[in-house]
């Protein structure tokens, strides 16, 4: 069954701006990655008087706009990546007619694609060879690039897998990467810091470091505990995620949905992907006064100061490089980030993203 839910068109819109669009992305719910992304985007439309209609598969928003429109596919056959394959081949039809559509998920047709990673990228960074459902996704992926009147790519590295694995020409590639919501990410974090630590037993005197990772074996975690063992520093690992990672000492959080408290408990936060097209845990993380160490192959690295930002090579011996001079570094009491901002390098501001995403409609 398809659901639809709610419609509001008497709104006040803002000059320069079309008076709604279309947004496709099979997941609309609270969560990481390209779920904040698609919160962030969409409340920001709204704010800026764009109304919107959004096709998913899956809505679970308390909070949504009351002015979006929601129309709900949900799943048909159970197998997720055949829902997936069967959503982005039939969203286009529910878009509403007259309205541009912004394509996050992989949908030919939109006037405008919105790329957090590339597939290909993925499979070439992971070295897999592709199966069938990997084969069609590229195939949409293709059409989607092919087929589009811009192209946001939320990292120069996305922007580079586009122009060379999908044959795009660059003019119609625009680096824009993804917001931050700084109403939520802040130093003000920082208050309750002691007492998070507390409440998750991480004494003063523990490293504590935080992983989040809903997906333990892309984003490093075998890297990361080889590189703690019989690492003599007192490092507490804390992965923030939906599964447990099963290994000694590791103090597994669960999902969690107070990122900033947890940000700013952290002495750093790590990432050791094998692919991370951008990483929206840094500018995040950053502004909540906490340092990162991420791996090179991490697409945030490109746009976060060396202060802020301790990158390594993606080995053993490159992270414990990063470790020890994180340790230094909060022994001589100049790890945290008192003035954030400085150390990020590229406009977050969710209103200024959304206004350009919008732009590009009239490019």
Same mark, same amino acid.
């Given at each position: 069954m398809i659901h639809f839910w709610p419609s509001h068109d008497d709104r006040t819109i803002h000059m320069g701006l079309p008076q709604g669009c279309n947004l496709i992305f099979h997941s609309v719910r609270p969560g990481g990655g390209m779920e904040r992304y698609v919160l962030d985007l969409i409340g920001a439309l709204s704010k800026l008087g764009t109304a919107v209609r959004?096709?998913?598969?899956?809505?679970?928003?308390?909070?949504?706009?009351?002015?979006?429109?929601?129309?709900?596919?949900? %799943?048909?056959?159970?197998?997720?990546?055949?829902?997936? #394959?069967?959503?982005e081949r039939t969203a286009l039809r529910y878009a509403r007619s007259g309205w541009p559509t912004l394509a996050i998920s992989r949908v030919a047709g939109a006037e405008i694609a919105i790329a957090g990673g590339t597939h290909l990228g993925h499979l070439h960074e992971r070295k897999k060879r592709p199966g069938w459902f990997d084969r069609r996704t590229v195939a949409h992926e293709h059409a989607l690039y092919a087929q589009a009147r811009a192209i946001v790519a939320h990292s120069g590295k996305v $922007?580079?897998?586009?122009?060379?694995?999908?044959?795009?020409?660059?003019?119609?590639?625009?680096?824009?990467?993804?917001?931050?919501?700084?109403?939520?990410?802040?130093?003000?974090?920082?208050?309750?810091?002691?007492?998070?630590?507390?409440?998750?037993?991480?004494?003063?005197?523990?490293?504590?470091?935080?992983?989040?990772s809903n997906n333990h074996a892309l984003k490093g975690a075998d890297l990361?505990?080889?590189?703690?063992?019989?690492?003599?520093?007192?490092?507490?690992?804390?992965?923030?995620?939906?599964? %447990?990672?099963?290994?000694?000492?590791?103090?597994?959080?669960?999902?969690?949905?107070?990122?900033?408290?947890?940000?700013?408990?952290?002495?750093?936060?790590? #990432?050791?992907?094998?692919?991370?097209?951008?990483?929206?845990?840094?500018?995040?993380?950053?502004?909540?006064?906490?340092?990162?160490?991420? $791996?090179?192959?991490?697409?945030?690295?490109?746009?976060?100061?060396?202060?802020?930002?301790?990158?390594?090579?993606?080995?053993?011996?490159? #992270?414990?490089?990063? #470790?020890?001079?994180?340790?230094?570094?909060?022994?001589a009491g100049t790890l945290s980030l008192p003035d954030p901002a400085v150390h990020i390098h590229y406009p977050y501001s969710v209103d200024q993203h959304a206004s350009s995403v919008l732009a590009l409609l009239d490019a």
């Open positions: 959004v096709i998913a598969q899956r809505v679970e928003w308390a909070a949504a706009p009351s002015s979006v429109e929601f129309v709900v596919l949900p %799943p048909r056959t159970g197998l997720a990546r055949l829902d997936t #394959l069967l959503f $922007a580079n897998e586009i122009a060379t694995l999908y044959d795009v020409p660059p003019t119609r590639i625009h680096t824009l990467r993804p917001p931050v919501d700084t109403a939520a990410f802040s130093l003000a974090a920082r208050k309750n810091r002691a007492a998070t630590r507390v409440a998750l037993s991480v004494a003063d005197d523990e490293f504590l470091l935080l992983f989040p990361i505990l080889a590189a703690l063992a019989d690492f003599p520093s007192g490092i507490r690992l804390a992965v923030a995620g939906k599964a %447990p990672l099963n290994a000694p000492g590791v103090l597994n959080l669960g999902f969690r949905q107070d990122m900033p408290a947890l940000y700013a408990a952290a002495d750093a936060v790590i #990432l050791a992907s094998r692919y991370e097209a951008f990483g929206m845990v840094g500018p995040e993380a950053v502004l909540c006064g906490t340092p990162v160490l991420f $791996a090179d192959t991490v697409g945030a690295v490109e746009v976060l100061s060396d202060t802020a930002c301790l990158r390594f090579a993606r080995t053993v011996e490159g #992270l414990r490089r990063a #470790l020890d001079a994180a340790l230094q570094r909060r022994a």
